[in-house]
């Protein structure tokens, strides 16, 4: 069979050697725990599944209308406009299978061939598969510790071309946590306001921020901010919901909506019926009780976690500000993370994630979407490692 060349670019995720590896060791019956988990590890709160039964049992079970039904995205123009100060209106919004659909539909609508994307390193995983599948090229910002792995406008301006189309920002960083603050969104602003660089807003940890600190939303900064930004967010992440598939995005250019609504209507039509009527309890019923209850829990095992990295003397970890990751530095042990992630997996049954699968070596990524007792079993495994390969 001939292949598209579309489809032959993407790649295999660079987590999976690790991951097939994790497989076989369990099914050799070895005690294997895994922290590379992408969704948090709560049930869906009640209300949210009582009102899921409820659309089946009502009937509510036919196709709705393809950017999501009015009720819903209503909701959404009202969090938008009062949790995040984002003035957009329920006719701005499509409603997709989870970012995930969102940020590909946005990515199909903007990206020709050899249009430039600026991505900030370390990246979430798809966005440069996405720019590749559709003919762009990524450009990568390196980032680094010290300016707490997010760019700086010095580093914007240098990776800035006429070809550049979009930049992506993902705050609370997946794999990082970290957040832009109001003062470093403006800086990102003042670089980018003469140009025509749109920018995609990856918000969808927006809810797992720790330490009172206040998440801003990117398109919040001023109004021609808003128009110059995509906004994308979604359920899977703040409200535990990563297998009912819902996200969204926001845009204030009409022919944009339009356009997107032409291609989901061609693709996958609405999402499906019950989760967006799950999914207004989701943004505004007693659910945010337990998603509240969700954050202080994570919060509570990032201390832990953090605090025990960071008595490995050979490892290193700055503080996340949000999301569900430590992004470890392993550079005193192997800079190599595949050789480290595999050695670490077959020695001790600890499986993390390689830092080189997010475009950046010498790191791991540690998920502390799960139980206090699994991370202090899975970090007292690591400092075991480390000690038997440092003696
Ligand atoms: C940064 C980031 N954006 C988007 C997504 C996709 O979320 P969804 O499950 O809503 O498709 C993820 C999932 O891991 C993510 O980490």
Redesign the pocket.
Known sequence: MKYSSRITKLGESLTIAISSLARDLKEQGRDILSFSA??PDFDTPKSIKDEAIRAINSGFTKYTQVSGINELKLVISDKLKKENLLNYEPSEIIVS???????FNAFSALIDKNDEVIIPSPY?V?YPELVNYFGGKSIFIQTSEDSDFKITSFQLKQAITSKTKLLIL?SP??PTGMIYSKDELEAIYDVIKDTGIIIIS?E??EKLVYDNIKFVSCGSINDDMLNRTIT?N????SSA??GW???YLASKDKQLIKLLNNLQSQSTSNINSITQKASIIGLNGDSNIDTKDFCQTFENRRNLAYKMINQIQQLKVKLPQG?FYLFINIQKVNNDSIAFCKDLLEKEGVALVPGIAFGMEGYVRFSFACSEEHIIEGIKRIDKYIKSIIN
């Open positions: 992408g969704e299978n989870g970012a995930k659909h969102s940020l979430w798809t993902t960083s997946n990856d969808i940890y994308i979604g359920l899977s992440k919901m990563t598939r819902m996200g999301a």
